[in-house]
């Protein structure tokens, strides 16, 4: 559900790249933007890595090892979740998102725990993780957003799947028809009709494919172009348009900007 979010607000902050599960190094390393072509120029820090941090924090007995019968104990990698990497006006920045389930998951994990395990233990274990991928990326400029998915609105997150569903889809319909049906979306909305209407319209009076209507419709609410209500009302097509009251990014810019929140 965050993804969904990334996609939707990311092209807003320059987003040209996205992460996942990317391995927080160990031993030290180069920043992620290290080589990248809009990078060129800039004097880019190196991280630390996991073992330093965790030991300048006094947890690193809970760095994760790997251990065999073949060979000696030796470190290994943390995993994140989610690094963006955005552009503004100042050139190319990355944010780092350290996603949970739920708010209480950054204390306490729900899988694998038995009746057996140390939960005191687990929850320093994890606050330890947690602080340790915090410390390693604000090393080199890299802000972390704690994110917990029953934090997120509900009814976005169901309107931006039905909306993603759309997005890649080709729709028959030329320029100047997209631009025709838009406004009379838009000129619908603004006499409380639906969107079913519309198009059911348009599809007898210019023959525009119903079903291609609704790829150009989707599509230009996911690029908002067409702007409608998407966090207290879901986008019933049978129902009346609700025009935008509260924009998504004012909810949700804050997990892209440079700095702390």
């Not at 390393?29 to 060129?40: D, I, N, T, V």
């Not at 890299?142 to 309107?159: H, S, Y």
């Amino acid at each position: 559900m965050v993804l969904l979010i990334d996609l939707y607000l990311g092209p807003q902050f320059g987003l040209f790249e996205l992460q996942e599960q990317r391995m927080l190094p160990f031993n030290p390393a180069q920043h992620p933007l290290f080589g990248h072509p809009m990078a060129r120029g800039m004097v880019l820090p190196e991280f630390r890595g996991t073992l330093a941090v965790a030991e300048e924090l006094d947890c690193a007995r809970f760095h994760p090892r790997f251990v065999s019968e073949e060979f000696d104990e030796e470190p290994t990698c943390w995993v994140g979740d989610i690094l963006l990497f955005l552009r503004d006006g100042h050139g190319p920045y990355i944010v780092d998102q350290d996603i949970k389930d739920t708010s209480s998951s950054f204390e306490l994990p729900t899988i694998g725990v038995t009746l057996r395990t140390d939960l005191s233990r687990l929850m320093t274990k994890e606050r330890a993780r947690h602080k340790v991928q915090e410390v390693l990326y604000r090393d080199v400029g890299i802000p972390t957003r704690r994110i917990a998915g029953d934090e997120v609105n509900p009814i976005l997150i169901g309107n931006l799947y039905q909306l993603h569903a759309w997005s890649r889809r080709k729709a028959s319909l030329n320029a100047s028809q997209q631009e025709h049906l838009l406004d009379s979306l838009r000129e619908g909305m603004d006499k409380g009709a639906s969107a079913w209407e519309v198009l059911k319209l348009l599809e007898l009076s210019h023959g525009y494919p119903t079903y291609h209507s609704k790829i150009v419709m989707y599509q230009a609410i996911w690029i908002q172009r067409l702007r409608l209500e998407l966090l207290s009302a879901r986008l019933w097509i049978d129902e009346p348009m609700v025009p935008e009251v509260r924009r998504v990014v004012d909810e949700y810019g804050h997990w892209f900007s440079r700095g702390e929140k």
